[in-house]
């Protein structure tokens, strides 16, 4: 009996995966990923290894909760974010691995009752390892999410995602591996009463696929190589006009996840094209580079962020977004540690749009957004790297149209695994 129930199981999870994601740079060989599981499994189960956490954060008071300009008088409250993320895994032999993330947690505002609300995911996934060299995996996810989508959203919605993720990878041996992955995204938009629609301009589709190598090159750091295709089909009529689709190459170093230096250094190249019109159309750099390097007392942070955003606006297909940060944290003694951290980012659109000027006439403008962070922080350790947090945070948004400036702060405490 117990046989029957184990090969349904893997049946089951077979069809759950029948198509799949981009890993993106997250590629881990099959034997790397069994002896993870099996040093740091926290708990056990029979034959199931779990990884329990708990994450709370943003415990404090925001003064600018929708982001309003200072004209609207701001609505300020106070927040705290808790969620609980598992994963269970269970190990089959050498030549498979079954996995579950799933991740609830809960969004708590004191007044705004309306922005308080539950938030989760779930992914159920699979690897198998055949003829020792090549590792098939697939999974599928689903996310409910209440956030600011991307930079240009003053308001939290809610965000409604799934799809499937797929990979096959030739191992040629524990340091190299080369394969393919590809995947398929639905993307859905909360709308807000009195704002504009949200889900008519921006829900679609996303199809990918990319061609990835990687190997490993320090003790514990991989390079990387990647390049694909992406589909972006929208859902409404309306905004069909948006379909586009784009090609881009990517390559970097993937640091360890604990030593002197982590985090991950990649630089690339997108081109987009929009199906429609093809003057409407990005070609540039793209980065995702978050990089950080610890120094006796000192752990030093550089972080880049460049790529193409589609844009709610009837008028600009994209916008481009730059992000450039650095931070700096001190270890005053062994349980307690000052951090600052400062970044400066712009958001650019390409295409002049009707706005309306203060004197109450009207002239189109092309958008230009800066953004402007600082924030500081004292860290207590309380057990090994986990330590209790208080930071206070300042944002602030210029723009060349007077109605998209924003401030706004923010102070309170978090949990932190990373001391």
Not at 202 to 217: C, T
Request: hydrophobic share 35%; with cysteine.
């Amino acid at each position: 009996m117990k046989g029957i129930y184990f090969r349904g199981f893997v049946y089951f999870m077979v069809l759950i995966v029948a198509s799949v994601c981009v890993y993106g740079q997250n590629y881990q060989t099959f034997g790397s990923e069994l002896e993870r599981i099996a040093e740091n499994a926290r708990w056990r189960f029979g034959p199931f290894r779990i990884y329990p956490s708990l994450q709370l954060r943003n415990v404090g008071y925001d003064n600018n909760v929708y982001q309003m300009s200072e004209e609207d008088d701001p609505i300020g409250d106070y927040t705290a974010t808790l969620s609980l993320p598992f994963t269970f895994y269970l190990p089959f032999r050498n030549w498979m691995i079954a996995y579950f993330d799933v991740n609830p947690g809960y969004d708590f505002y004191l007044n705004e009752k309306q922005q308080s609300g539950f938030n989760y995911s779930y992914s159920p996934g699979v690897r198998f390892l055949f003829l020792n060299r090549f590792v098939l995996s697939g999974s599928y996810l689903y996310q409910k999410e209440r956030r600011r989508p991307t930079i240009e959203f003053d308001r939290r919605i809610y965000v409604e995602t799934d799809g499937y993720d797929a990979s096959l990878f030739y191992e040629m041996s524990r340091l190299t591996a080369i394969g393919f992955t590809a995947s398929i995204r639905n993307i859905r938009f909360e709308d807000i009463e009195g704002d504009i629609s949200f889900s008519t301009a921006l829900n679609h589709e996303e199809r990918s696929g990319n061609v990835e190598f990687y190997r490993r090159i320090f003790t514990d750091s991989d390079f990387f190589l990647s390049a694909g295709y992406s589909d972006y089909i929208f859902e409404d009529p309306e905004a069909r006009w948006r379909d586009s689709y784009s090609y881009q190459v990517l390559s970097g170093i993937r640091f360890p996840l604990l030593g002197r230096a982590r985090g991950i250094l990649s630089l690339g190249y997108r081109w987009v094209i929009n199906r429609e019109d093809n003057d409407k159309r990005f070609s540039g750099l793209i980065g995702n580079t978050g990089v950080e390097l610890r120094l006796g007392r000192f752990n030093l942070r550089f972080q880049f962020n460049r790529d193409f955003q589609f844009s709610y606006s009837s008028t600009s297909l994209y916008f481009t977004g730059n992000r450039f940060g650095t931070g700096l944290s001190f270890y005053l003694t062994q349980i307690i540690r000052l951090d600052y951290d400062f970044s400066y980012g712009e958001s650019k659109y390409p295409d002049e749009e009707l706005v309306r000027l203060p004197d109450g006439s009207f002239e189109e403008i092309a958008r230009r957004d800066t953004y402007l962070s600082h924030s500081v922080g004292l860290v207590f350790r309380i057990k090994r790297n986990i330590g209790i947090g208080l930071t206070g945070n300042y944002w602030e948004r210029d723009s060349n149209v007077e109605a998209f400036r924003r401030s706004r702060g923010f102070i309170g405490g978090y949990l932190t695994y990373d001391f």
